[in-house]
């Protein structure tokens, strides 16, 4: 699996996990997912959607929590396979940190594919402001703040902040309208929230940074500059680190399209990023706490389906779930086709599911037919033996249909959707 995003950030003070799960609860509803926040247990919402909730206090006083959304069945770089939000909080109002993390599924044999790329999270935009946040020495927020001549102390203590694991961007307002220049860079940092800090020079104290800096670390006009941790003020091949995206470049890019460059650059350098060592070893106690979720403890919340109207009126069904996104519908008892075999109903993943399948294997079927044909023409055999090889290719093409459980209209519709 890939990982699409990755955010860690330090708290400094509490209530951590309540502020958490209030907001994970409020993005759960949104998002129609109907599992409490903040009661531990594993709910299987279907058999592509399991949601684990954990809640427990480790040996040294500390609360942990963890909300896990999986998707076993996907496929593909471009598809969710786990989001895990993780929080970590001394007592019940002490410090500590959070860590989310969206990962994508990846095709057995793939070459490796260009970074995955996840949005920011709502629920993390909405925590932010609710939360003490800091990534190294620099307070997080949603969107880039403005220094003045009286910031730029603090901002040269984050420019040379080494314990700080995302960049800082400084962005030069130039001739532009203040309240413009606000827009623009909010729009600019969008896909940077939690992963980095943007800071806003007015027209007036842009010469002043750059004298306190110096010209090897200097950022031109109209220009953003991308400091990373631990910046060097007297090492003449540390400015080589920080990269600058030029007034061309910006005038010439939309706002959206230089957010994708930011976001994309800050993913890749993410993943590259070790995380404190502290993280691996709460993973590992969740993950185990994890793996031991007794039976008795799943508790399922699969949907309703409803029988087709028939002689007997309709009836409520339930569905459970078994491999491959099948599941099978049940009344009274398990519903039954005019041969008396039961009625399998397959979830839209499923859907696609079987359609790719189909559709590679009818390839395999078509590229056999093609070479039975070169064969056949090559070594001049009569029509009738021709004939008889394509119905033999024709029928396994039907058995194929039947063994996956798909009909001619099942072809038609899921080739349309």
Same mark, same amino acid.
């Given at each position: 699996m890939s990982v699409g995003f990755r955010s860690f950030l330090?708290?400094?003070s509490g209530p951590v996990v309540e502020t958490v799960v209030d907001h994970v609860g409020r993005w759960s509803a949104a998002k129609e997912i109907d599992v409490d926040a903040g009661r531990p247990g594993r709910s299987e919402l279907d058999a592509d959607d399991v &949601?684990? !909730?954990?809640?427990?206090?480790d040996d040294t006083g500390r609360r942990l929590y963890r909300w896990r959304r999986l998707h076993p069945l996907a496929r593909g770089a471009e598809e969710i396979w786990r989001t895990t939000i993780t929080a970590v909080e001394a007592g019940e109002s002490g410090p500590g940190w959070m860590w989310v993390e969206i990962e994508v599924a990846d095709e057995p044999g793939d070459r490796a594919p260009r970074v995955p790329f996840m949005s920011v999270p709502a629920v993390l935009r909405g925590l932010l402001p609710d939360l003490d946040c800091a990534d190294g020495l620099v307070p997080v927020s949603t969107e880039p703040r403005w220094a003045g001549s009286a910031d730029l102390p603090d901002l040269m203590d984050y420019l040379a902040d080494e314990s700080r694991l995302g960049p &800082?961007? !400084?962005a030069r307002q130039g001739a532009r309208d203040s309240a413009e220049f606000q827009t623009w860079a909010t729009n600019v940092a969008w896909e940077v929230v939690s992963l980095g800090h943007m800071f806003l020079l007015p027209s007036g104290v842009e010469d002043e940074f750059n004298d306190m800096v110096g010209p090897n670390?200097?950022?031109?006009?109209?220009a953003i500059r991308t400091y990373l941790p631990?910046?060097?003020l007297d090492d003449p091949f540390d400015p080589r680190r920080h990269q600058i995206l030029g007034s061309v470049r910006i005038d010439r890019t939309g706002p959206r399209r230089l957010s994708y460059i930011l976001g994309l650059s800050q993913r890749d350098r993410t993943l590259s990023t070790p995380l404190p060592d502290e993280v691996g070893l709460v993973d590992s106690a969740l993950t185990l706490l994890e793996s031991r979720i007794a039976d008795?403890?799943?508790v399922a919340r699969l949907p309703v389906v409803t029988a087709p109207t028939g002689a007997g009126g309709v009836g409520a069904a339930t569905r459970r779930p078994v491999a491959d996104g099948v599941t099978h519908q049940s009344a009274s008892g398990p519903a039954?086709?005019?041969d008396g075999a039961p009625v399998q109903v397959l979830t839209r993943r499923g859907q696609h599911r079987r359609l790719v399948e189909l559709l590679s294997e009818n390839d395999r079927l078509r590229a056999e037919n093609d070479e039975l044909r070169g064969v056949l023409n090559g070594q001049g055999h009569t029509g009738a033996a021709v004939v008889a090889a394509l119905d033999a290719l024709e029928q396994q093409v039907r058995s194929l249909r039947q063994r996956l459980g798909v009909d001619a209209?099942?072809?038609?519709?899921l080739s349309a959707s």
């Open positions: 330090h708290t400094f &949601v684990t !909730v954990l809640v427990a206090d &800082v961007y !400084v670390h200097a950022i031109p006009d109209a631990g910046v060097r008795d403890a799943v039954a086709g005019p209209a099942d072809w038609r519709r």
